[in-house]
């Protein structure tokens, strides 16, 4: 079977690429951008770009119109209850330290922040750091070793000390998507607040963050297929009631002096000095696009794509897979092989895939890896990309043992 993307040719990046003789297997760290999103930030910035909000003029009421427009799409997108559930950020990393700040006077010396050993270091460290500030405990839920979080060891570190549990929907590394409802609920009865990563989990299947059940949920436009610079971060109504301001500027003051200022509720009032405009108003496009896609298609060719990239890693001698992923990525490692060596031998060759510990350090030690290769799919992808790939990685190994 050929397995062919009805969606690559809405890609001029990926046909670019291809005429170069380059093979992109890296959309987990970014995805190529499709017409629709390079028409919009065209649009926006051939047209007149102005800056949003309390603008008097025609410019500035058409940026300000799309710029909100993107928020409304977000909250649709997202099955937020409302437009003001969703702050616009630079983001999933920022948001998280957006979180990590606004939410750290609501912490005792001694209370728990629960997270999870296949963390990013986006979603570890803010917390780790916010732990060192306060006196908290830092408690880490362990991954079986097919790479979900262990749901016994779930039951007995989520408790009533614990006061936040911030975890992953799909690591970066293993590509298992986690069943996050059961924690999250979890966390509830604790009186905890939860937050979900879903840098990579959104990009793979639509979030649904009311059905979810969680208080916060964090997200990048550049992984979306949208530009990079710009995120989002939903926080349910009264989950948001909690947040301290933290970023301190224009566009989020309501009334200022030189000793005193009173600020902005959500969203706004987290929205500090000039927004990424143009960012924003492509990752609105960004989700319109998806929006109009069969989701089932794609879901159905991602799904194809990905088994056949798992039963060719399979099938070959000494490469051993982290954990049994089940979606959009694969990591591996070959025995007596450095991933460094790896790696450039497969871009000498034209194929892009990453190599290291992929901002994933304490779960690499854990698995006693210096590192590991990672392949990892968009919806433009398809069997020839798979092919040349596994090509190259046979050339590669012959050369390397
Ligand atoms: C699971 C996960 N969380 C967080 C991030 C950080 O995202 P960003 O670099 O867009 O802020 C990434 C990026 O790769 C990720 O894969």
Known sequence: MSLISPWRSDFPGILALEAEGQTYLDSAATAQKPQAVIDALLGYLAG????????????????????????????????????????????????????????????RAGDEIVISAQEHHANLLPWQQLAQRQGLKLAVLPLTAAGDIDPDAASSLIGPRTRLLAVSQLSNVLGRRQSLQPLLQQARQMGAISVVDGAQGAVHQRPDVQALGCDFYVCSGHKLYGPDGVGLLYGRRDALAHLQHWQFGGEMVLEADYQTARFRPAPLGFEAGTPPVSAVIGLGA????????????????????????????????????????????????????????????????????????????????????????????????????????????????????
Request: aromatic letters at 6%.
């Open 286 to 401: 960004a989700l319109d696009w998806l929006t109009s896609l069969d989701q089932q298609a794609v879901a159905a060719h991602e799904a194809a794509l990905h088994q056949r990239l798992l039963a060719g890693l399979r099938q070959r001698a000494g490469v051993r897979l982290l954990g049994e992923p089940q979606q959009a990525l694969a990591c591996f490692h070959v025995d007596a092989v450095h991933n460094a060596d790896l790696a450039q031998l497969l871009s000498e060759q034209g194929i892009a895939v990453r190599a290291g510990h992929h901002c994933a350090m304490p779960l690499l030690k854990r698995l006693q890896l210096p590192g590991a290769i990672r392949v990892s799919l968009g919806l433009y992808n398809d069997g020839a990309d798979l092919q040349r790939f596994f090509d190259a990685l046979d050339k590669a190994l012959e050369l390397l043992r």
């Open 48 to 107: 007149g770009a102005a800056n949003v909000h309390r603008a008097q003029h025609l410019p500035g009421e058409r940026a300000t119109r799309a710029f909100e427009a993107s928020r409304d799409k977000a909250a649709t997108w997202l099955n937020a209850a409302s437009r003001e559930e969703i702050i616009l950020t630079r983001g999933t990393t920022e948001a998280l330290n957006l979180l990590a700040y606004g939410l750290q006077t609501l912490f």
